[in-house]
Every structure is written in structure tokens, then in C-alpha cells.
């Protein structure tokens, strides 16, 4: 198997449990889920892959970029909140290993290609979360970022994208919108920033 390695200290994941964004674990009206799944092989530096329905993290090896796609003028005044849900259902992902997990943030508009993206022609980095992260453990929903969207208005569509990768962790997910139950995988939920301007 292809293995891949992604460039650290760019974007690191901060997990924050946030039970204020949907406390019974399921996810607000309105909440976007991934557009693309794209992995990435160090081992296979040249290589690029088609989107695919299980992300997959492994040890110093593989790394999948999500790619979510936002409408610019319906995060004005928004708080953008990167959401890791990680239901405890085995159905939805294969795990092994100590939770530890990185993630590289991409700049806005510069997601993965599928069939284009490789390891040594990733996205554009982004800005960086501000803490290390702690384990991703199943039964959990995670909060990756919070802050202002800081997305410019009337410029349609936008994509925010980053990877996620492990030292020390098998992890294979379906992104799942739990059909009523609790999802799995990567969303964005917009909520109020409560210090936006508002129009007069």
C-alpha cells in the first residue's frame, strides 16, 4: 500500500469538545458535510487518487484531505465551526491505535483535485489552530476550529479543505450523515459570531 506523510507543524488538529453546537450529538439544520475525500501517499509522492467514500489515516503513511464546499454570502456573520463527529458505531470506522492526530489546514479555495492532488502538489497551507490536539476517541463530537468564517461576501461557492493524519493510529471512516441518528466525519456548522457587525 501506498503510504503517505504530510508536512507538519503547518495546521495542527485542536479537538475541543463543544457539546453547545449539538448537544444530543446530531447535527443543526444547515450543517455542511464533505464534498471530497482525497487521499494522499508519501510513498507514491506522484500519485493521485480519486475521491473515495472512507477517509483513511495510517501511521506515517496515508492522509485524507476533506475538502468542504461553503456559500460565501451564508457565512456572513458566521462563526465557522469544524466539526469531527465521531459516533461509536463500528459500522461507520476501522480503528486502531492511541488517537494522536494532526491536521493540515489548506488555504480557502485551494481543496484537493480529485485524480489531481498528489503529495507533492498539495493544496496551498492555511492558518493554524492555536493548541496541539488530543486523541480522537469514538462517542465523541469534536470541535477542530472555531472562529470568524472571515469568508469575503458575493463570491459564490468557496472550498476550506485540510488533512488529517496520524504517527500512531489506524483510522478508516465513512462520511455519514447518520440518516436521523449521529453522524460521522467532517461538517461545518455556522453559527452566530456574536461580535459581527450587523447592517443597518
Known amino acids: 500500500m501506498a503510504r503517505l506523510s504530510v508536512k507538519e507543524g503547518i495546521f495542527t488538529l485542536v479537538l475541543v469538545l463543544y457539546p453547545q453546537v449539538y448537544p444530543d450529538g446530531r447535527l443543526p439544520n444547515g450543517a455542511i458535510s464533505t464534498s471530497a475525500l482525497v487521499p494522499i501517499a508519501a510513498t507514491s509522492p506522484n500519485t493521485p487518487f480519486p475521491s473515495v467514500e472512507w477517509a483513511i489515516v495510517t501511521p506515517n503513511d496515508i492522509c485524507t484531505i ?92 468557496v472550498t476550506v479543505s485540510g488533512a488529517l493524519c496520524s504517527k500512531d493510529t489506524i483510522l478508516s471512516f465513512k462520511q455519514s450523515n447518520g440518516n436521523g441518528q449521529c453522524p460521522m466525519g467532517f461538517y461545518v456548522v455556522l453559527t452566530d459570531d456574536p461580535n459581527a457587525q450587523k447592517s443597518s
Open 66 to 157: 476533506f475538502n468542504l464546499q461553503l456559500d460565501s454570502d451564508a457565512t456572513q456573520g458566521k462563526i465557522c465551526n469544524l466539526v469531527f463527529d465521531f459516533p461509536d458505531d463500528k459500522g461507520l470506522y476501522v480503528y486502531f491505535g492511541s488517537g494522536h492526530f494532526t491536521f493540515t489546514g489548506y488555504a480557502i479555495n485551494a481543496g484537493a483535485v480529485p485524480g489531481q492532488t498528489t503529495y507533492n502538489n498539495q493544496p496551498a497551507p492555511g492558518p493554524s489552530p492555536p493548541n496541539p490536539p488530543p486523541t480522537l476517541l469514538p462517542g465523541h463530537s469534536y470541535i477542530i476550529n472555531s472562529s470568524p468564517c472571515g469568508i469575503p461576501p458575493h463570491i459564490g461557492q
